[in-house]
């Protein structure tokens, strides 16, 4: 079936480190996004791509970065720079005249 | 001006009822207008969208309305199932692709 796999489900940092959050998607979109979710505080667009090899932040990039090498994958890092990384990550796709898929999202915690 | 303003914040509605949740938006060059399901745990999904170019849009027992001199649009649930009870996010941007702004979303809790 074809869709967003995000990877892992849970993940938990510890202080200093970064961890990178996985977006595969297999719809051949040519854009994907991620974004952060907290209660109350609807979907915030941290970057974005719509080509390969090209990016541009969104909202609230500081502390996060990515890489888009592959159409099919956009890694997302969070590094120690987020001081409060706690939250849930949405990663989408899609194109022109496609409505935007979301993945079902790993919820990032600090231990 | 990029926001999308939505409310109410929560809504509790009685099985069978008629649910409804507006939204607003400030930037005349959107012309797309999705709404998207979430349920605990899980991505948002697409529910219904709508083009500024039809006043309604209905699939089923969803419904949007679209006034863009007022520059709102809203969703109305019809006849209201507890299945239904989910948070529900409005979103605008262009038809072509690209960044969408989202609303800040709707839980709505139906109630048996």
């Known amino acids: 079936d074809g869709g967003i796999t995000q990877s892992p489900k849970y993940l938990f940092r510890k202080e200093g480190q970064n961890v990178t959050l996985s977006c595969e998607q297999n719809?051949?979109?040519?854009?994907m996004y991620w974004y952060r979710q907290d209660p109350g505080q609807g979907l915030r667009l941290i970057y974005y791509s719509q080509i390969v090899n090209d990016f541009q932040k969104g909202d609230i990039a500081e502390g996060y970065s990515v890489s888009r090498e592959k159409k099919e994958s956009f890694p997302l890092t969070v590094t120690s720079a987020q001081k409060n990384p706690t939250a849930f990550y949405l990663c989408?796709?899609?194109?022109?005249?496609?409505?935007?898929?979301f993945g079902d999202g790993t919820r990032l915690s600090i231990l | 001006q990029q926001q999308v303003k939505q409310s109410p914040q929560s809504l509790i509605v009685q099985k069978g009822g008629i649910s409804i949740i507006n939204c607003a938006y400030e930037?005349?060059?959107?012309?797309?207008f999705p709404w998207y399901q979430q349920f605990p745990g899980k991505g948002p999904a697409l529910l219904i969208a709508?083009?500024?170019?039809?006043s309604e849009k209905k699939e089923g027992r969803f419904t949007i309305s679209f006034n863009k001199s007022a520059k709102q649009f809203s969703l109305h649930i019809m006849d209201s199932q507890p299945g239904d009870s989910a948070t529900y996010f409005c979103?605008?941007?262009?038809?072509?692709?690209?960044?969408?702004?989202f609303g800040q979303g709707t839980e709505l809790s139906v109630k048996p």
């Open positions: 979103a605008a941007g262009g038809y072509q692709g690209g960044k969408l702004i």
């Open positions: 709508i083009r500024p170019d039809v």
């Open positions: 989408a796709s899609g194109s022109q005249n496609q409505p935007q898929h």
């Open positions: 719809l051949n979109h040519d854009a």
């Open positions: 930037n005349t060059a959107f012309d797309y």
